[in-house]
């Protein structure tokens, strides 16, 4: 293997020429208190952490970057820690995935424009390992991804709690008047017991899983409870891995090819994945010049057994559970005859390599393929005159009665409308109603808001049901479940058809048959086309303006098309 020089390095050019500007820089870093010895000779590694005092799945950053720096410098290199957008999940609005791009963007030009050799980026909050990893994807340097860790279980009256997926279902429930409100309040004390991420399958450790069966993280990475020691040494052993990365000059081009994505979505699959991952994952692919599509996602779907038993898909355990049952190399080496083992990680040994002799210790957690969750059936891809573009849907987290259902759709054009009908009791709708949000998609949200989980109306919820047909051009949050269709495209906002569907319209469910109609005639579609006068802008300025202007459809990944890698020239190295 050949070894790059310290004077190849992209830093020294910053370090170590002999010119006005590297007076400049050298002066300034001895400014900082830094010695010679501190990076005469050596690597800069940037860490990008994405630590917030707002982020309860990011806490831990704030110490943990510390572990990988120490990581760093063992190897012989020069840790510089870059702050980076939290987009924590939970408390910024409208949604996260309107500043996914952001994150992405500011990923890419931290990288590029800092004296740096290669990266180590710190996120695991949903929208935080797309965007980081679509970004440094772009900058091309060597990078490891460390993901923040999912917190430990959720724990209420002996029971565990899930994230996400247990506040939706109680929810319910307090809706339906069969739980308290001392419960509920118990419930809030009981079920976000520690810093790192959500811990249930949903998007955060679907993405991190995505993540590590890419290549881009060290072998378990992505499973480890983030307040487990085992994480401190993970994170000092990215430091030092890195090091070795850039000497090895191992950039992700060598790592994102076809069959590494094609092995990703494969896992993915096999977990039980969120919605969010098509998302992502075309997004994340697209910006390697791979060209992944719904259709690839749910080919795969329809050959991928669910064997990992976590919740929402699974019925009783999470990240905890799955992490003591062998975690993610363990679950990968159960599946090893699917998957393309050749392909090199940032370990620089290949996958198969590094998930060899992984073991399941607990078989219930992580299934054998012969007794999964489900025989397949992750997500599936719809089309039809609903959704022309595609639209998604997790038959494994809704009742199978829906899965091939027509119904008189209940339209609603903004969720301040929707919500303000869910509470109202006299509303006559019949559970096999479709309850339909729009404009609430990529442009119209903004951001395609996680709404697509409706909630159900409480008319319903007392005489008993927890399920319905529900349908938007919004995502879910991936720890919901239910019979929501989601990210239909293109969406309603840009005159996608969804836009022409009235109350009482049949809408037709065939998720076997993989289709979505609306039971109207084409003149009549037509008619209403005509008809149709786009929404107004939803922003005269801004990023909002700007993401407006560039963001494409949910089946194109939702990146901005300015950002794809064949929308113009390679942007040149910065003149220093
Ligand atoms: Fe951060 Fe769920 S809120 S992962
Ligand atoms: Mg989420």
Same mark, same amino acid.
């Given at each position: 293997?050949?070894?790059?020089?310290?004077?190849?390095? #992209? %830093?020294?050019?910053?370090?170590?020429?002999?010119?006005?500007?590297?007076?400049?820089?050298?002066? =300034?870093?001895?400014?900082?208190?830094?010695?010679?010895?501190? /990076?005469?000779?050596?690597?800069?590694?940037?860490? @990008?952490?994405? +630590?917030?005092?707002?982020?309860?799945?990011?806490?831990?950053?704030?110490?943990?970057?510390?572990?990988?720096?120490?990581?760093?410098?063992?190897?012989?290199?020069?840790?510089?820690?870059?702050?980076?957008?939290?987009?924590?999940?939970?408390?910024?609005? $409208?949604?996260?995935?309107?500043?996914?791009?952001?994150?992405?963007?500011?990923?890419?030009?931290?990288?590029?424009?800092?004296?740096?050799?290669?990266?180590?980026?710190?996120?695991?909050?949903?929208?935080?390992?797309?965007?980081?990893?679509?970004?440094?994807?772009?900058?091309?340097? $060597?990078?490891?991804?460390?993901?923040?860790?999912?917190?430990?279980?959720?724990?209420?009256?002996? !029971?565990?709690?899930?994230?996400?997926?247990?506040?939706?279902?109680? +929810?319910?429930?307090?809706?339906?008047?069969?739980?308290?409100?001392?419960? +509920? !309040?118990?419930?809030?004390?009981?079920?976000?017991?520690?810093?790192?991420?959500?811990?249930?399958?949903?998007?955060?450790?679907? *993405?991190?899983?995505?993540?590590?069966?890419?290549?881009?993280?060290?072998?378990?990475?992505?499973?480890?409870?983030?307040?487990?020691?085992?994480?401190?040494?993970?994170?000092?052993?990215?430091?030092?891995?890195?090091?070795?990365?850039? /000497?090895?000059?191992?950039?992700?081009?060598?790592?994102?090819?076809?069959?590494?994505?094609?092995?990703?979505?494969?896992?993915?699959?096999?977990?039980?994945?969120?919605?969010?991952?098509?998302?992502?994952?075309?997004?994340?692919?697209?910006?390697?010049?791979?060209? &992944?599509?719904?259709?690839?996602?749910?080919?795969?779907?329809?050959?991928? $057994?669910?064997?990992?038993?976590?919740?929402?898909?699974?019925?009783?355990?999470?990240?905890?559970?799955?992490?003591?049952?062998?975690?993610?190399?363990?679950?990968?080496?159960?599946?090893?005859?699917? &998957?393309?083992?050749?392909?090199?990680?940032?370990?620089?040994?290949?996958?198969?390599?590094?998930?060899?002799?992984?073991?399941?210790?607990?078989?219930?957690?992580?299934?054998?393929?012969?007794?999964?969750?489900?025989?397949?059936?992750?997500?599936?891809?719809?089309?039809?005159? &609903?959704?022309?573009?595609?639209?998604?849907?997790?038959?494994?987290?809704?009742?199978?009665?829906?899965?091939?259902?027509?119904?008189?759709?209940?339209?609603?054009? %903004?969720?301040?409308?929707? !919500?303000?009908?869910?509470?109202?009791?006299?509303?006559?709708?019949?559970?096999?109603?479709?309850?339909?949000? =729009?404009?609430?998609?990529?442009?119209?949200?903004?951001?395609?808001?996680? /709404?697509? *989980?409706?909630?159900?109306?409480?008319?319903?919820?007392?005489?008993?049901? #927890?399920?319905?047909? =529900?349908?938007?051009?919004?995502? *879910?949050?991936?720890?919901?479940?239910?019979?929501?269709?989601?990210?239909?495209?293109?969406?309603?906002?840009?005159?996608?058809?969804?836009?022409?569907?009235?109350?009482?319209?049949?809408?037709?469910?065939?998720?076997?048959?993989?289709?979505?109609?609306?039971?109207?005639?084409?003149?009549?579609?037509?008619?209403?086309?005509?008809?149709?006068?786009?929404?107004?802008?939803?922003?005269?300025?801004? /990023?909002?303006? *700007?993401?407006?202007?560039?963001? @494409?459809?949910?089946?194109?990944?939702?990146?901005?098309?300015?950002?794809?890698?064949?929308?113009?020239? $390679?942007?040149?190295?910065?003149?220093?």
């Amino acid at each position: 293997m050949t070894r790059k020089t310290y004077e190849e390095l #992209r %830093s020294a050019r910053w370090m170590a020429t002999d010119d006005f500007r590297g007076f400049g820089h050298r002066s =300034r870093t001895l400014q900082m208190g830094y010695g010679e010895e501190d /990076w005469v000779g050596k690597p800069v590694v940037a860490i @990008l952490n994405t +630590w917030s005092d707002i982020n309860p799945c990011h806490q831990h950053f704030k110490s943990r970057v510390e572990d990988v720096k120490r990581g760093v410098f063992q190897a012989g290199g020069w840790p510089i820690e870059l702050p980076a957008l939290s987009v924590s999940e939970n408390y910024v609005k $409208p949604t996260t995935m309107l500043y996914r791009n952001m994150l992405a963007m500011e990923a890419e030009e931290l990288i590029r424009s800092h004296p740096v050799d290669g990266a180590v980026l710190m996120g695991g909050c949903d929208k935080s390992t797309p965007g980081l990893v679509m970004g440094a994807v772009s900058a091309g340097l $060597p990078f490891i991804y460390l993901p923040a860790g999912p917190m430990l279980r959720g724990n209420w009256q002996g !029971k565990t709690l899930g994230s996400g997926s247990d506040a939706f279902k109680y +929810w319910d429930e307090r809706r339906a008047g069969t739980i308290s409100e001392e419960d +509920w !309040k118990g419930m809030e004390r009981g079920i976000a017991r520690s810093y790192g991420h959500c811990m249930t399958m949903g998007t955060a450790s679907t *993405m991190t899983a995505i993540a590590e069966a890419l290549g881009l993280c060290l072998p378990g990475a992505s499973s480890i409870p983030a307040a487990d020691a085992n994480h401190i040494r993970m994170s000092a052993e990215c430091g030092r891995r890195i090091v070795e990365m850039i /000497w090895e000059d191992l950039t992700p081009d060598r790592i994102l090819t076809a069959e590494a994505f094609d092995n990703a979505v494969a896992v993915a699959m096999a977990t039980g994945c969120s919605t969010n991952a098509v998302v992502h994952i075309v997004a994340m692919a697209r910006r390697a010049g791979v060209g &992944l599509s719904l259709d690839d996602l749910d080919a795969k779907s329809r050959t991928t $057994p669910v064997i990992a038993n976590v919740r929402p898909a699974g019925k009783d355990y999470l990240m905890e559970d799955f992490f003591y049952a062998g975690g993610l190399p363990a679950l990968m080496e159960r599946m090893r005859g699917a &998957l393309h083992t050749d392909c090199l990680t940032v370990t620089g040994r290949t996958l198969g390599e590094t998930i060899a002799g992984a073991r399941v210790w607990n078989d219930d957690v992580i299934r054998p393929l012969e007794n999964p969750i489900y025989p397949e059936g992750s997500l599936a891809v719809l089309k039809g005159n &609903l959704a022309p573009s595609g639209a998604v849907i997790k038959p494994v987290a809704c009742d199978p009665k829906f899965l091939v259902h027509e119904g008189p759709a209940f339209v609603f054009d %903004s969720y301040p409308a929707l !919500k303000a009908k869910l509470d109202d009791e006299s509303w006559e709708i019949t559970p096999d109603a479709v309850l339909v949000l =729009r404009n609430a998609g990529p442009k119209g949200g903004p951001g395609m808001p996680e /709404w697509g *989980m409706i909630p159900m109306p409480k008319a319903l919820l007392k005489q008993g049901h #927890r399920d319905m047909v =529900r349908l938007s051009d919004a995502r *879910m949050s991936g720890t919901s479940f239910g019979a929501c269709v989601l990210h239909v495209a293109p969406e309603s906002y840009v005159g996608g058809p969804l836009a022409l569907l009235r109350d009482g319209d049949v809408v037709r469910l065939d998720v076997p048959g993989r289709r979505l109609d609306m039971l109207v005639s084409e003149e009549e579609i037509a008619a209403r086309r005509a008809a149709w006068t786009p929404p107004a802008p939803r922003y005269g300025r801004g /990023w909002g303006w *700007m993401f407006s202007e560039h963001i @494409l459809q949910a089946d194109q990944g939702c990146d901005f098309d300015y950002l794809l890698t064949d929308f113009g020239p $390679p942007v040149p190295e910065p003149d220093i």
